[in-house]
């Protein structure tokens, strides 16, 4: 099975992918799922982006022309699942889907992945300059586009914590007020055609916080937000559950599978028998 999660630039791509396997790894239990690193690099990787947050300060994002990929095993319900999650740089991506280079296949590996997940950073795309909300709102629409219809889609508004009220903590599973986010902060984007998707039983969304537990640092005479444990990540036990509830719907238990077998084909099977045998009657009873 394979992930593979998008969005711009600052979305928070890295340390979304820290905290879900620091998340899984300490309540699999919770879960009922077994979880590995699948090799040594993102073993590694993963201890030292943890590391660097635990330490009070943000990981660096993505390199340009860079990708990440990191290599989990996940076991649910008995199956053993070889799961994927690649990350690329934002600028990468929007040269990739606009066919300013194709270096990385960013279009054909959203096409080859099992779930695609989307992150956007709602809140700090009202700062950015108009150009780049543009450029973004176009990342996440041609994104759903490349994926098409049938694609396990989760939808992350990233640093949930920091969106001021009346969006309330109590709203982050709640389709309709994180629709009214877009039109609020990301009127560039075509929301009707996302509402139109987030009506599908293959589309979810959901706002969380990968770190919320920050301080206020001066830097430069500016104040910046710095990580500080514990790390306390909001919705991302949301997102894990969600990731495992479709992994068990795309590889059903095999009692699934038989019982799909014994309600649907047997029965269809003994008909077509009857259907056989009265044909045969009829014809035998027409030349005898």
Same mark, same amino acid.
């Given at each position: 099975m394979k992930v593979f999660?998008?969005?711009?630039?600052? =979305?928070?791509?890295?340390?979304? =992918?820290t905290m879900l396997h620091d998340y899984v790894t300490s309540e699999q239990g919770n879960l009922r799922i077994k979880v590995r690193a699948g090799d040594i690099a993102t073993k590694k990787y993963l201890a030292k982006e943890l590391n660097v947050l635990k330490h009070g300060e943000w990981p660096n994002s993505t390199k340009e022309g860079k990708q990440i990929t990191l290599n989990w095993i996940w076991e649910v319900s008995g199956r053993e699942l070889s799961f994927q999650l690649a990350d690329s740089a934002g600028q990468d991506i929007r040269s990739e889907l606009s066919g300013?280079?194709?270096?990385?296949?960013?279009k054909q590996q959203i096409q080859d992945a099992d779930i695609l997940i989307i992150l956007v950073d709602i809140y700090g795309h009202q700062s950015d300059a108009h150009e780049k909300k543009i450029e973004n709102a176009w990342i996440i629409e041609e994104s759903l586009k490349i994926a098409g219809e049938a694609k396990m889609i989760l939808i992350g508004v990233s #640093? =949930?914590? +920091?969106?001021?009220?009346?969006? #309330? %903590?109590?709203y982050w599973q709640n389709t309709?007020?994180?629709? *009214? +986010?877009?039109?609020?902060?990301?009127?560039?984007?075509?929301?009707? =055609?996302? %509402?139109? %998707?987030?009506?599908? *039983?293959?589309? *979810?969304? $959901?706002?969380? *916080?990968?770190?919320? &537990?920050?301080s206020n640092r001066s830097e430069n005479g500016r104040l910046i937000r710095?990580?500080? &444990?514990? +790390? &306390?990540?909001?919705?991302?036990?949301?997102?894990?559950?969600?990731? $495992? %509830?479709?992994?068990? #719907? #795309? &590889?059903p238990s095999l009692v699934r599978k038989l019982l799909s077998i014994v309600f649907f084909w047997i029965p269809i099977i003994i008909v077509s028998l009857f259907i056989l045998i009265a044909l045969v009657s009829y014809i035998l009873t027409i030349f005898l």
């Open positions: 999660i998008i969005g711009p630039e600052g =979305a928070g791509k890295t340390i979304f =992918a300013e280079q194709d270096q990385l296949h960013i #640093k =949930a914590d +920091l969106i001021p009220p009346p969006f #309330k %903590r109590e309709e007020a994180i629709v *009214s +986010l877009f039109k609020e902060y990301m009127p560039e984007f075509n929301f009707e =055609a996302f %509402r139109r %998707r987030l009506q599908s *039983s293959k589309t *979810s969304i $959901v706002a969380f *916080s990968a770190v919320s &537990n920050t710095f990580p500080q &444990n514990p +790390l &306390n990540p909001i919705g991302i036990d949301i997102i894990a559950q969600e990731i $495992v %509830r479709i992994v068990k #719907k #795309k &590889n």
